[in-house]
Nanobody, 121 residues
Framework: QVQLVESGGGSVQAGGSLRLSCSAS???????VAWFRQAPGKEREAVAC????????YADDSETGRFIISQDKSKNILYLQINNVKPEDAAMYYC???????????????WGQGTQVTVSS
């Protein structure tokens, strides 16, 4: 089991950028790791993942470039860059590890507590 701690959330103006971080207690290389988000009254949804071989997957390919997932393998940190933030990006963002399918939340066994992103217009 790996402990995950997210940070970097906060209030951001629409159109701005934000980088979320997720620190892992041990190496997360070679496993599926991902970012999910959940807005009030909505189901948790996938945003992006990194697959065991290091390639990324995104829930919405049309948003590629607006969401950028990356990993600092030496520091066991997972990042999510959000560019051109939109009001609909407001949510609690969670990182997850130990999954068996890139964007399937039910396959992930380790979750962080989340970091809140609010968007002002």
């Amino acid at each position: 089991q790996v402990q995950l701690v997210e940070s970097g959330g906060g209030s951001v103006q629409a159109g701005g950028s934000l980088r979320l971080s997720c620190s892992a207690s041990r190496t997360i290389r070679g496993t599926y790791v991902a970012w999910f988000r959940q807005a009030p009254g909505k189901e948790r949804e996938a945003v992006a993942c990194i697959k065991p071989r290091g390639n990324a997957g995104y829930a919405d390919d049309s948003e590629t470039g607006r969401f950028i997932i990356s990993q600092d393998k030496s520091k066991n940190i997972l990042y999510l860059q959000i560019n051109n933030v939109k009001p609909e990006d407001a949510a609690m963002y969670y990182c997850a590890a130990g999954g068996t399918a890139c964007l399937s939340a039910r396959t992930y066994i380790d979750w962080g507590q989340g970091t809140q992103v609010t968007v002002s217009s």
